[in-house]
């Protein structure tokens, strides 16, 4: 079940991008370069809209403005998740660490073509442990549990576009990388025009 269609949007659009890039095809350049399949411009909206509402550390949104809204959450929180699954040995070690911890059913669908089984902020407990998610609650300013239960919304949807064939293509850790930097120069790149916008 995908709950948040602006996840999948930009996770689709981002990967399928790099792919294609890797692959000798063309999309355009850029976020802006997909379109309508990235939905780039709604992106940049809901990352502006949500910096809007006030900064807390780091220069990111204030507690009330990620707090209060699930898509920017799961926006912000996007690159940091795909930054961890790069430190803990890429999406085929992270796998196998959910398989460990009794989530082998889950993973499997997530892979696969078809609808993915959903895992719980406990599950995302489990496999990524306390430590991490408290530095990324830090980095965003929002309590531990929404950055458990949106980390939990981002993994089948991050496997699943990553997978679009039925299995993790060789490719599929510098696809991320590369997803990863994109979608942080695109938080960026809002980030500086709030900031020059509020100048103004």
Do not use: C, Y
Not at 15 to 26: D, E, S
Not at 93 to 118: H, I, P, Y
């Amino acid at each position: 079940m995908n709950r948040n269609p602006l996840l999948g949007q930009v996770l689709g659009g981002l990967f399928g991008q790099a792919m294609m890039r890797r692959r000798g095809g063309a999309l355009g350049g850029g976020m802006g370069g997909l379109g309508g399949g990235l939905g780039g411009i709604a992106l940049g909206s809901v990352l502006g809209g949500m910096m809007r509402g006030g900064r807390g550390p780091m220069g990111l949104p204030a507690r009330r403005g990620v707090g209060g809204n699930q898509t920017a959450l799961l926006m912000m929180l996007l690159p940091l998740a795909m930054r961890w699954v790069q430190r803990n040995g890429g999406m085929g070690a992270v796998l196998e660490k959910f398989r460990q911890k009794g989530f082998d059913r889950q993973a499997k669908s997530w892979v696969a073509t078809g609808a993915n089984d959903e895992v719980d902020e406990k599950a995302v407990e489990q496999v990524v442990g306390h430590e991490e998610l408290s530095a990324m609650a830090q980095r965003l300013g929002v309590p531990e549990e929404q950055v458990a239960q949106a980390f939990a919304e981002i993994m089948p949807e991050m496997v699943d576009k990553l997978s679009p064939e039925g299995q993790l293509p060789g490719e599929a850790d510098e696809v991320l990388d590369e997803g990863a930097r994109t979608l942080e120069k695109e938080i960026e790149d809002v980030q500086f025009r709030e900031v020059s916008s509020s100048k103004g």
